[in-house]
């Protein structure tokens, strides 16, 4: 299994990053996936939830209007658009998988992508 996240970098503040976690190992369309974030010396939070097929997506009150989470199960793929971006959402970024129907802890997780945005 492997959930391998990727386009991470340094913005400036109202930037644009687009965010991709390709996913390798298990049944993809199988799983709800979602993106969340850890800042230094902060604890993990999540930021955006998307459902196996796409029909229920969440997201955390802070970046609400500026991500936008979407997935396509053909290429096994999860992306996290993020725009109007902040100083504050400077962290590493995760992606994880879950187990549709299931809820509770991720079952799987990538490895991680920075994201610096500079004020």
């Known amino acids: 299994v492997q959930l391998q996240a990727s386009g991470g970098g340094l913005v400036q503040a109202g930037g644009s990053l687009r965010l991709s976690c390709l996913a390798s190992g298990f049944t993809f369309s199988s799983y709800d996936m979602g993106w969340f974030r850890q800042a230094p010396a902060q604890e993990r939070e999540s930021v955006a939830t998307?459902?196996?097929?796409?029909?229920?997506?969440w997201y955390e009150d802070s970046v609400k209007g500026r991500f936008t989470i979407s997935r396509d199960n053909a290429e096994n793929t999860v992306y996290l658009l993020m725009n109007s971006l902040k100083p504050e959402d400077t962290a590493a970024y995760y992606c994880?998988?879950?187990?549709?129907?299931?809820?509770?802890?991720?079952?799987?997780w990538g490895q991680g992508t920075l994201v610096t945005v500079s004020s």
């Open positions: 994880a998988a879950r187990r549709r129907f299931i809820t509770g802890e991720y079952d799987f």
């Open positions: 998307i459902t196996w097929n796409g029909g229920s997506i």
